[in-house]
């Protein structure tokens, strides 16, 4: 079974241990052996790790897994959790597969003008996209920064969206078990 590395923000949720449960359960469905956070061998002895002791956890289990399937669903703002940003940037630097996710169907730029810039046109008469402070936006079609989409598809991972913001973007799975199912068929055709 290949490991699969699971990032995400799941783990600040309230039910976490849950929610990544039925991620684990869903993974290994799809002939995935999970690691990472909320991972049975990551889960915390009694008392509170430091933060270096889950760095060197997350580090250990990012090395030794072999594909990394991200929630970038925005997190605490307009864009992905930066933790997981950062999993995904080091697993791609890793030569790692590296696929993502988000609950989120609406591009990077438009989450921009919608909730940074609360509905204001942007100014499209220079070319370049700007708000009313001035700033540039990135509006190139992507799901988050043209990093983070831009990073996985070079490396031939995919980045999928939820059609429509689910009720509870922060616990659907349907984006996810659909990743699950491409990623896969991705490796089965890889082995053949």
């Given amino acids: 079974m290949p490991t699969i590395y699971l990032a995400g923000p799941e783990v600040f949720l309230p039910d976490a241990q849950a929610l990544m449960a039925q991620k684990r359960r869903l ?4 002939g995935f052996e999970p690691t990472g956070p909320g991972s049975d061998e990551n ?8 933060a270096d002791a889950i760095y060197r956890r997350n580090d ?3 090395r030794k897994a072999e594909i990394c399937l991200a929630n970038i669903t925005p997190f605490r703002g307009i864009s992905a959790d930066p933790g997981t940003v950062y999993e995904i940037g080091f697993m791609i630097a890793l030569g ?4 993502a996710y988000s609950n989120h169907p609406d591009d990077y730029g438009r989450r921009v003008e919608a909730d940074w810039y609360r509905g204001q046109a942007l100014d499209r008469t220079s070319g370049r996209p700007r708000g009313p402070d001035g700033l540039a936006v990135e509006e190139h079609g992507m ?14 991972g995919q980045v999928l969206r939820a059609a429509t913001i689910p009720a509870d973007p922060a616990r659907d799975l349907a984006v996810y078990e659909q990743a699950l199912v491409l990623l896969a068929q991705s490796v089965t055709a ?3």
């Fill in 143 to 156: 799901a988050d920064n043209l990093m983070i989409d831009g990073g996985i598809t070079a490396t031939g």
């Fill in 190 to 192: 890889d082995r053949s």
């Fill in 60 to 62: 250990l289990a990012m």
């Fill in 43 to 50: 889960q915390a002895p009694s008392g509170i790790l430091t």
């Fill in 96 to 99: 790692k597969r590296v696929w």
């Fill in 27 to 30: 993974a290994r469905q799809f």
